[in-house]
């Protein structure tokens, strides 16, 4: 089943939820469904030619979303894929969790392995990814699933970081906790790693280089769900995907929750004005209207941000 909601209206059949709160920049947030019937749904990410692409990995595939029509897919043979991103060069990177690499594709559609071995052994299953401006790249790399674990390697769980000119370099070796979700924050000084396991969001500090230090804990004792993705708006807020959507500001204040029928996977900000927040659950893809534009480092913020 399908369902599609526009900018300019809502069908009589899209799911709407809505917060209002006085004083809270938070509370008028609407929920729309935009469409459902899928096997575990992750990354949404909006295209530079704005569109929206979703990965499927039970079913291989990455999904396609044109607004006002129906999601179709766009590739059925995606190795697995989850994590999935862009650069400031339009290049698309691939986190392919069944090939246990990282790939990337440029424009014309050539591929380049960028990650797949760690001093000799296979990658774990990169899990997600995001890039900065200036080309570094960093991923999460963890065992989810039994099929993964079995077939592991290496013995912890990893985040990574690839220079520009291409140098695979660990940044992290976690033994107890998975790391899941990953994001940078505004400027891309700081870099946010979600840790399914513990339920917690770890940061790190990033040099003009790229170069990851002063691993600490953020923010702690998530409830309620355990923490997939993770993003970051114009303000420093932070985004969890747990078992709804948590928002929690630069310094780890909890701000809001937002449930939703589902556990969220993952998400991503799009849309012309960056305000919109496309959220990823088990069957379905909600867009979350906010007050603040998302950061996007393959993007160029609205004029009005700049």
């Given at each position: 089943m399908y369902?599609?909601?526009?900018?300019?209206?809502?069908?009589?059949?899209?799911?709407?939820?809505?917060?209002?709160?006085?004083?809270?920049?938070?509370?008028?947030?609407?929920?729309?469904?935009?469409?459902?019937?899928y096997r575990?749904?992750?990354?949404?990410?909006?295209?530079?030619?704005?569109?929206?692409?979703?990965?499927?990995?039970?079913?291989?595939?990455?999904?396609?979303?044109?607004?006002?029509?129906k999601p179709e897919p766009q590739v059925t043979n995606s190795n697995g894929a989850r994590g999935i991103t862009f650069d400031a060069q339009d290049r698309f990177y691939i986190c392919e969790s069944r090939a246990r690499r990282v790939v990337r594709l440029d424009k014309k559609g050539k591929r380049d392995?960028?990650?797949?071995?760690?001093?000799?052994?296979?990658?774990?299953?990169?899990?997600?990814?995001?890039?900065?401006?200036?080309?570094?790249?960093?991923?999460?790399?963890?065992?989810?699933?039994?099929?993964?674990?079995?077939?592991?390697?290496?013995?912890?769980?990893?985040?990574y970081g690839i220079t520009p000119k291409g140098e695979l370099q660990l940044i992290a070796k976690w033994k107890t906790g998975r790391p899941n979700g990953i994001a940078l924050s505004p400027q891309g000084r700081h870099l946010?790693?979600?840790?399914?396991?513990?339920?917690?969001?770890?940061?790190?500090?990033?040099?003009?280089?790229?170069?990851?230090?002063?691993?600490?804990?953020?923010?702690?004792?998530?409830?309620?769900?355990?923490?997939?993705?993770?993003?970051?708006?114009?303000?420093?807020n932070l985004y969890v995907a747990s078992k709804g959507l948590t928002i929690y500001d630069a310094q780890g204040k909890h701000l809001r929750d937002f449930p939703l029928p589902e556990a969220a996977t993952n998400m991503g900000f799009g849309e012309?004005?960056?305000?919109?927040?496309?959220?990823?659950?088990q069957t379905s893809i909600y867009r979350v209207r906010l007050p603040y534009q998302g950061y996007v480092p393959y993007l160029n913020p609205p004029q009005a941000a700049q």
């Open positions: 369902v599609s909601a526009g900018l300019a209206g809502l069908l009589a059949a899209v799911s709407l939820f809505a917060w209002q709160q006085d004083n809270d920049p938070f509370g008028d947030v609407k929920i729309q469904k935009l469409a459902e019937g575990y749904l992750d990354s949404p990410l909006w295209t530079p030619e704005r569109r929206l692409l979703f990965t499927e990995p039970a079913t291989n595939t990455i999904h396609i979303w044109n607004p006002g029509h392995v960028l990650a797949e071995r760690w001093e000799g052994k296979r990658l774990n299953g990169p899990n997600d990814i995001v890039v900065r401006k200036d080309g570094n790249v960093y991923f999460t790399d963890a065992a989810f699933g039994s099929a993964a674990v079995g077939a592991r390697e290496l013995d912890f769980h990893g985040i946010y790693v979600s840790n399914s396991d513990e339920r917690k969001i770890v940061a790190f500090d990033l040099d003009k280089n790229g170069a990851a230090t002063n691993e600490r804990t953020l923010i702690s004792g998530i409830k309620g769900g355990v923490p997939g993705g993770i993003r970051c708006d114009e303000k420093g012309g004005d960056l305000m919109s927040l496309f959220v990823s659950t």
